[in-house]
């Protein structure tokens, strides 16, 4: 079956801009997370959506923010861009809460 | 913050020779996941071990988990090039209310052929 898929693969965006990432989880995933990684930071979760509704989020200002629809898909936005958002933005998906994660190939943010 | 913490940093090691990494957390775990992630790609998962277990195996790999101690190592045995990457623990556990995958900082693994 078809892998998690995120759009576009990379991006670049100036400062003050706003972007809006796609993931699309494997069918019949219903829980949705999003990760940012940087060189400095690492892997840092953004926010946890399952069935429609935020059941988690990390410790990002609001200018990130996300949803998901009723087919699972999932969409994150981040508004008034700067340039430490440049990162690696990985989506995952899962069946289970607290179970294997299968990550889509990331987009790949770039603020000039 | 990150919940897990890796060492080393970075491993270089002969192709055929025996890589460990290990991981160390902070707060209870429902069980630890191991990670792979090449060069600025997705990562894939490896591993799971719940917290009851102690030791679990799956080909070259095997990997360990000290409850007590808060730590997990990852062995790689009779190791290949393409071996090569970036390996990660991930706790699952609570952030608040909600259950979370925690990653840790990572072990950067060459296999030199």
């Known amino acids: 079956k078809a892998g998690v898929t995120q759009t576009p693969r990379y991006l670049i965006k100036t400062r003050g801009q706003q972007v809006t990432l796609s993931c699309s989880p494997i069918?019949?995933?219903?829980?949705v997370s999003w990760y940012q990684q940087t060189p400095g930071q690492g892997l840092q979760f953004l926010f946890e959506y399952f069935s429609e509704t935020q059941r988690n989020k990390g410790n990002f200002p609001g200018r990130f923010s996300g949803r998901q629809f009723s087919n699972s898909r999932s969409e994150m936005n981040v508004s008034t861009l700067e340039l430490g958002d440049s990162a690696l933005y990985l989506c995952a998906s899962s069946l289970a809460e607290g179970g294997e994660a299968f990550f889509g190939q990331g987009t790949r943010l770039t603020v000039v | 913050s990150q919940q897990g913490e890796e060492d080393p940093q970075a491993l270089s090691i002969q192709e055929g020779e025996n890589a460990t990494m290990n991981c160390s957390y902070k707060?209870?775990?429902?069980?630890l996941q191991w990670y792979r992630q090449n060069s600025g790609r997705g990562l894939v998962h490896l591993i799971l071990?719940?917290?009851?277990?102690r030791e679990k195996h799956s080909g070259r790999l095997r990997v360990t988990l000290d409850t007590s101690k808060k730590s997990s190592s990852l062995l790689i045995t009779a190791s290949r090039a393409a071996d090569t990457a970036s390996y990660f623990c991930a706790t699952d556990g609570r952030q608040g209310s909600a259950r979370q995958l925690t990653f840790g900082s990572g072990t950067q693994l060459t296999v030199l052929p």
């Open positions: 071990i719940r917290s009851n277990e």
């Open positions: 707060t209870s775990i429902n069980n």
């Open positions: 069918s019949g995933h219903r829980s």
